[in-house]
């Protein structure tokens, strides 16, 4: 499904502020995988998923989705594989379009395009069940601007637009960092069941500890630019913090302190 072959990516090359944020990571995702992944600040997490996404080139490596070699592919091109949510809740959406008009976007994304009326009555009642299905009364408030909604309000909004055609491959970029801790749980749920419905291939990217034990079938721990940890099945469903924290310390070295971010549920 996902294959990473020897991916590397430098920032500030021949600089003083040069940084392997990227050291030969190579990583498989099978049809079907949820994978956490979690690590400290420039621990890679990120890198690593933007070069997914095609919004870094690599240095080196190759990205194969569906067999299909995307390295040197622009962001555009490849979103047509990907669906998204970002850790920031502005973005995703388009902030001055009312919420039918941006389920409209995505609902139509790839499919030709012509001459004809807006949004027809069929598709009113379509998006009118999508948004039910996120039980938070946003099927009453179609008209609204998505600028007017709450931060959680959005992200649950801009991940039903993500998965409306199921992609092949579902990127979440720490996408309830910026949330409350109860609209977070509340994200995260609708995250499990758009995911575990669809049978949508994932990845996310979380600092929390309990949210990459408590999501997915398989967690991985990056350090340095590179996988320090790969667990999933039984061995996973077995993790605790504390396990991970022990994992943690041996990746990084016990005298760098862990975020109270990576640790707090």
């Known amino acids: 499904m996902l294959r990473v072959q020897n991916l590397t990516k430098v920032f500030n090359h021949n600089t003083v502020n040069e940084r392997v944020a990227l ?22 997490k990120s890198t690593l998923l933007n070069c997914v996404a095609g919004l870094y080139p ?16 622009p962001e555009y091109r490849r979103a047509a594989y990907l669906g998204r949510v970002f850790q920031d809740p502005m973005m995703g959406t388009a902030a001055d379009m009312n919420i039918e008009e941006n389920l409209a976007l995505a609902y139509r994304r790839g499919r030709p ?7 027809s009555a069929g598709e009113r009642v379509l998006y009118r069940q999508m948004l039910e299905t996120l039980d938070l009364g946003l099927e009453t408030r179609m008209q609204s601007k998505v600028g007017l909604l709450s931060g959680g309000q959005r992200q649950a909004l801009t991940l039903l637009m993500a998965t409306l055609h199921k992609p092949r491959l579902l990127l979440l970029d720490e996408h309830t960092a910026a949330l409350d801790p109860k609209t977070a749980r509340k ?8 995911i575990q419905d669809g049978s949508l291939t994932t990845m996310m990217v979380t600092h929390n500890m309990r949210d990459a034990i408590r999501h997915g079938n398989r967690l991985i721990m990056m350090s340095g630019g590179s996988i320090a940890v790969d667990v999933s099945g039984e061995e996973k469903s077995r993790l605790t913090v504390e396990d991970l924290l022990k994992m943690f310390e041996q990746a990084r070295g016990t005298e760098e302190e862990i975020p109270d971010r990576m640790i707090l549920g």
């Open 187 to 194: 994200v995260l749920e609708l995250s499990d069941r758009f």
């Open 113 to 119: 395009r012509g001459l004809r009326w807006g949004i």
């Open 23 to 44: 050291d030969n990571v190579s990583l498989t995702l099978d049809a079907g995988d949820f994978v956490t992944v979690i690590g400290g600040n420039g621990a890679g």
């Open 58 to 73: 690599p240095d080196a490596g190759s990205i194969f989705i569906d067999d299909a070699n995307v390295t040197r592919l």
